[in-house]
């Protein structure tokens, strides 16, 4: 079974959601049960292999590239299929691995209009392979190509299931995401021709990087292309408008695969590739990525206060969540980007949870305007209750895993790596440390007026049906997840912490 994995065992996850997609293109498009049976079965497999992987993990080396594979692929460009999974990247694809089954699951009785399960899940299949694609890439274009394989179904998924200005807010997406993009790849050619390198293989490029010297000013010029890139992705402050349009508008199973996943290639992007290569670079961007991060934190918050759509304040709340993640990443310490991948894969279950409560509201009543919610715990009181355990994670209550993504990451502000200026992140620290209470003023207030009270007049007649069989299967694996994360975090810092030291200290000396 070990040399099994080690030959297919990222191989055969990675591409079997594409054969899939292929599979089910022949299918008729009216044989709608066969077609969610193959990609429920394909996503279940795939999430086997993710078990199988975490059994035969060996967790005394995390820092070590395990079940790694190195063919040739373009050979023309020195391009060549590495793959491979560290304690970095292992969280991220469990994280998709667990996510997809659960949308496919909640998308059985739950298919937006207009109604086409073949085409819907096939663009699902391919975001699949696209994700675990950039998550187990050691290869620069090897993952630039998987980082764009995600860009179109998206796309598809707002444009075509999405609400009344999906057009706008598909092209503002793909837009927005395109323009990073190709700053982002002409970084990747630059520091390929700079260092005159062989591969593009991202070890061996950090080490030709610190072997040849390259000017600090051109470092961080290319520093700036990939920070465009990812920046957009996560989506940092000013980049973020895209977010809040694409969610609202995006089908539920798009806005939960969005937060959950799709975000996360952004914040990963850095702690895998531009950290890594350019520690020079990154620790003169780090004070300008910390401000950007609090600026977020404080203006995504402000911007939950101000929203009447609950799907639209569950955007911005993604926004000022993210900029926790970026903060841990600024400090450029081992604490820090623990931290950071912590609160990536806490913010996909909860985020995504609650994108996935909005959806079935919106179901059941037509609207997500909170002044025409209310007492949800008397109409539909079991989603009420996962309503309201998921917003105390949101918020960072001890005890659930959104705690272990923001406190540990506001802490690493105080004593910030070597070279950077101390006094300027403990006063990003502080920022940050207000920022949790303004995400309890929001997530509390959208709370009381969505779950408490008696229903409004229009819906205080009509039978809501509490929580369909799908609802129940799909969402208390998240749960749980979140549950056992925020009691028993060892679980994941242990997975990662020798990865995150190992890049720290080979980077930056830490």
Request: glycine share 10%.
């Amino acid at each position: 079974m070990t040399d099994f994995l080690n030959d297919w065992g990222l191989t055969i996850p990675t591409l079997l959601p594409l054969v899939a997609a292929v599979v089910m293109m022949l299918i008729p498009k009216a044989e709608e049960e066969t077609h969610k049976v193959v990609a429920l079965a394909t996503s279940l497999v795939v999430a086997v292999f993710g078990v199988l992987l975490l059994l035969n993990f060996d967790f005394d080396r995390t820092k070590d590239l395990q079940f790694a594979v190195d063919i040739g692929w373009i050979d023309i460009i020195r391009s060549r299929f590495t793959i491979g999974v560290d304690g970095i990247a292992l969280p991220l694809i469990l994280l998709t691995m667990f996510v997809v089954p659960l949308v496919i699951i909640y998308s059985w009785n739950h298919f937006p209009e207009p109604h086409n399960p073949k085409a819907f899940l096939i663009l699902i299949m391919i975001l699949h392979t696209g994700m675990l694609g950039s998550f187990v890439a050691q290869d620069l274009i090897l993952f630039f190509v998987f980082f764009e394989v995600v860009l179109l179904p998206m796309y598809f998924m707002i444009g075509v299931w999405g609400g009344e200005q999906r057009q706008y807010a598909s092209i503002k997406f793909f837009l927005y995401t395109l323009f990073g993009s190709a700053l982002m790849i002409v970084s990747f050619l630059a520091l390929f021709v700079l260092t005159g390198a062989e591969t593009f293989n991202m070890v061996q490029l950090a080490e030709q990087v610190a072997a040849r010297e390259i000017a600090l000013s051109t470092q961080v010029l290319i520093f700036g292309g990939m920070f465009m890139g990812f920046g957009i992705k996560v989506p940092m402050f000013p980049f973020h408008t895209w977010l809040p349009d694409a969610h609202t508008q995006a089908p539920t199973q798009g806005s939960v695969i969005l937060a959950a996943v799709l975000l996360k290639l952004g914040t990963y992007g850095f702690v895998r590739i531009a950290l890594p290569i350019l520690p020079d670079a990154a620790i003169e961007w780090a004070p300008w990525i910390g401000l950007l991060a609090v600026i977020g934190i404080i203006y995504g918050a402000l911007g939950c206060l101000a929203q009447t759509d609950m799907k639209r304040l569950i955007a911005f709340s993604s926004v000022a969540h993210m900029g926790y993640v970026m903060l841990g990443i600024a400090t450029l310490t081992d604490f820090g980007i623990n931290a950071a991948i912590f609160g990536m894969v806490a913010h996909g279950l909860i985020t995504g949870m609650l994108f996935f409560i909005a959806g079935s509201i919106k179901e059941r009543f037509h609207t997500l305007e909170i002044k025409r919610l209310g007492g949800l715990l008397k109409q539909a009181p079991r989603m009420g209750w996962i309503l309201g355990l998921t917003t105390m994670a949101s918020l960072g209550l001890p005890g659930l895993a959104g705690f272990w993504g923001e406190f540990p990451a506001i802490l690493a502000a105080y004593n910030p790596a070597e070279g950077l200026n101390v006094t300027l992140f403990r006063a990003y620290m502080v920022i940050a440390a207000l920022g949790t209470v303004l995400a309890a003023a929001y997530l509390l207030w959208l709370y009381q007026r969505t779950a408490f009270g008696e229903p409004k007049e229009e819906f205080a007649h009509e039978h809501v049906h509490d929580m369909h069989v799908t609802e129940w299967i799909a969402w208390i694996p998240m749960v749980i997840a979140f549950v056992v994360l925020g009691l028993m975090p060892g679980l994941l810092f242990g997975m990662m912490d020798g990865a995150v030291t190992n890049m720290v200290r080979t980077a930056f000396g830490g």
